[in-house]
DNA sequence: ATTTTAATGAGACTAATTAACAACAATATT
DNA sequence: AATATTGTTGTTAATTAGTCTCATTAAAAT
């Protein structure tokens, strides 16, 4: 295991603890998965991702633990519209929004700093107190143009 | 009946005339119910509105019709993450995006040219071919802070 | 007016998620 | 250690938003 994995064990480890909240196996497995790709995934590819490997969790409780770390930012929620949530690790020096193609899926990252700030000058503006941001943009990718 | 309703009356007219498509009165019905009020709306609460208004017209008409506007680029689609689907009518000179606040649902606008022209850029960059975007501020409104 | 063809309504169906609940497991209390 | 309490799980049922099918109806063309 690698230092970053036992890192982010820990992590979990310790929110939950925090929370009241109890270390298991399931939460541990889901928890892995996520972190192992990094990728945008939803809630059925884990399930069988897990179940092909083997482990057997229940849907809701990959519903209900993804939900659990959401809501302590260990990962982030990605709504594309299609219907079906996403979700990534959370790497908070890492913030990202998304380019999607409407015509394969791909998904590219990009980051704005300059969009960041207009942001933020938006929602003071209006007097909103910002607290997170989707921003997706919808296009035809290079190779499927 | 104002100019304007005249004006979009004939709009939708013109444009299901050039699509090869019927002028019914379930669709006028729904334009007229999207036009009166510009504001977010569902597809339920479309239908409820017409139902109470002792219009009757059937949830899958309902659906198809705002699909067959939303293609005809005669309103537009917003999709909060909430799991539903909102639309507005889509005046081509006012587009904006939205500041929605968690607490209590309002939603306000926003436009920004320098997001727009960033936007444009990141699109250029990944060499995607820029359709549309999605960008929402999400946070706590005056009111409810 | 008749024919042609698109549109509609009713309800079955789907996918993604959520809730209810009983059984089980981990902690806390005595 | 025994018992009570509380958290977690899997199973199943429910919900929600939207889609699909198909017999019937209604525009538009002739
Ligand atoms: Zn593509
Ligand atoms: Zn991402
Ligand atoms: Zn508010
Ligand atoms: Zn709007």
């Known amino acids: 295991m690698r230092l970053i994995e036992i890192a982010c064990k820990e992590r979990l480890k310790s929110i939950l603890h925090n929370e009241g909240l109890r270390y298991t196996s399931q939460r541990q497995e889901i928890w892995n998965e996520l972190l192992e790709s990094k990728?945008?995934?939803?809630?059925?590819e884990i399930y069988y991702s897990l179940m092909n490997r083997g482990i057997q969790v229940s849907r809701a409780t990959v519903y209900r633990t993804i939900d659990m770390l959401v809501k302590n930012n260990m990962i982030e929620k990605l709504d594309i519209g299609d219907g079906k949530a996403r979700f990534e690790y959370n790497d908070k020096y890492k913030h990202h929004d998304h380019l999607i193609c409407t015509a394969c899926g791909k998904i590219v990252e990009f980051y704005s700093k300059n969009i960041?700030?207009?942001q933020r000058e938006i929602?003071?503006?209006n007097k909103f107190e910002l607290l997170h941001h989707s921003h997706h943009l919808f296009g035809i990718c290079e190779d499927c143009q």
Request: aromatic share 8%.
């Open 116 to 118: 960041d700030k207009y």
């Open 123 to 125: 929602a003071k503006k």
């Open 39 to 44: 990728e945008h995934r939803d809630a059925e």
